[in-house]
């Protein structure tokens, strides 16, 4: 999967959260480009494609605000608002939207994409509902923080650059064995993905389930638990688990130690 592709699913599986856990019926968002400029490309729950790969300028409009802003912005409605310029009423009026929140994605400071979510009506957005898009908010952080931390230690050079490298061979590995149906030619993958760690013997001290292993890989990999799940075919609330329970295996108390623990012991390359 590519890093425009892996950030696409982040922000999907952002906006499915959204909506889930508020009740809004609409959610769409995207990620800044080059300049100052930001491009919605993934909808939800939307009736017509008039926002999608609408460019949003900073400063122009509620989700240009929320740039410029670097904090979350909510208009009751879009349309008559006074506290927004209204460059893009013509596309949020054929999807019949009214009431709209934005809430800016911001990694080390900078503002990287939106979230937005909307109602049909014109009714009051706050309390629970925008605490709730902020966190979705903060789960794309998250990713895209770990994703590149991954790519600074790929372009690290040399032995690091080869080391990453393996990594992505075993993560590769690991997701398609349970795809296999075939219990020979799975458990065959399984042995050769074991080669990639056959410089460190697992620890007898630590024993780590199957796909447990399978969810420090994501991890590893700079995934959230939505994209793991995803990868692995289960729900992230499964995820969660298995993260759970090797976390306290390892003796860890985050997911980045949980990652370190891992390697240390000789379950991750």
Same mark, same amino acid.
């Given at each position: 999967?590519?890093?425009?592709?892996?950030?696409?699913?982040?922000?999907?599986?952002?906006?499915?959260?959204?909506? $889930?856990?508020?009740?809004?019926?609409? %959610?769409? @968002? =995207?990620?800044?480009? #080059? /300049? *100052?400029?930001?491009?919605?490309?993934?909808?939800?729950?939307?009736?017509?494609?008039?926002?999608?790969?609408?460019?949003?300028?900073?400063?122009?409009?509620?989700?240009?605000?929320?740039?410029?802003?670097?904090?979350?912005?909510?208009?009751?409605?879009?349309?008559?608002?006074?506290q927004i310029s209204h460059e893009y009423d013509a596309p949020v009026a054929v999807e019949g939207l009214r009431s709209v929140l934005?809430?800016?994605?911001?990694?080390?400071?900078?503002?990287?994409?939106?979230?937005?979510?909307?109602?049909?009506?014109?009714?009051?957005?706050?309390?629970?509902?925008?605490?709730?898009?902020?966190?979705?908010?903060?789960?794309?952080?998250?990713?895209?923080?770990? $994703?590149?931390?991954?790519?600074?230690? %790929?372009? @690290? =050079?040399?032995?690091? #650059? /080869? *080391?990453?490298q393996v990594r992505e061979a075993h993560a590769a590995l690991r997701a398609l064995a349970p795809k296999i149906a075939d219990p020979?030619?799975?458990?065959?993958?399984?042995?050769?993905?074991?080669?990639?760690?056959?410089?460190?013997?697992?620890?007898?001290?630590?024993?780590?389930?199957?796909?447990?292993?399978?969810?420090?890989?994501?991890?590893?990999?700079?995934?959230?638990?939505?994209?793991?799940?995803?990868?692995?075919?289960?729900?992230?609330?499964?995820?969660?688990?298995?993260?759970?329970?090797?976390?306290?295996?390892?003796?860890?108390?985050?997911?980045?130690?949980?990652?370190?623990?891992?390697?240390?012991?000789?379950?991750?390359?």
């Amino acid at each position: 999967m590519t890093a425009d592709a892996a950030d696409a699913v982040e922000i999907r599986n952002a906006l499915l959260r959204l909506r $889930r856990a508020t009740g809004l019926p609409v %959610a769409f @968002g =995207g990620l800044m480009e #080059a /300049g *100052r400029q930001m491009r919605i490309s993934e909808l939800s729950g939307t009736a017509t494609h008039a926002l999608r790969s609408l460019v949003v300028t900073s400063g122009i409009g509620l989700g240009g605000k929320t740039v410029v802003l670097a904090r979350p912005c909510v208009v009751t409605d879009y349309s008559a608002s006074r506290q927004i310029s209204h460059e893009y009423d013509a596309p949020v009026a054929v999807e019949g939207l009214r009431s709209v929140l934005a809430v800016p994605v911001v990694v080390r400071h900078e503002v990287r994409g939106v979230l937005y979510g909307a109602l049909r009506t014109a009714q009051p957005l706050g309390g629970r509902m925008l605490d709730e898009a902020v966190e979705a908010a903060r789960d794309v952080e998250r990713a895209l923080v770990l $994703r590149e931390e991954a790519r600074t230690l %790929a372009a @690290g =050079g040399g032995a690091g #650059a /080869g *080391r990453e490298q393996v990594r992505e061979a075993h993560a590769a590995l690991r997701a398609l064995a349970p795809k296999i149906a075939d219990p020979q030619l799975r458990a065959e993958l399984l042995d050769a993905c074991a080669l990639l760690t056959a410089d460190s013997t697992p620890s007898e001290r630590v024993r780590l389930a199957p796909r447990e292993v399978d969810v420090l890989v994501c991890v590893a990999a700079g995934a959230t638990n939505g994209v793991a799940a995803e990868r692995l075919g289960v729900t992230p609330e499964t995820v969660k688990g298995y993260l759970r329970s090797a976390m306290r295996k390892l003796r860890a108390r985050t997911r980045g130690e949980a990652v370190v623990a891992a390697r240390r012991a000789g379950w991750l390359p």
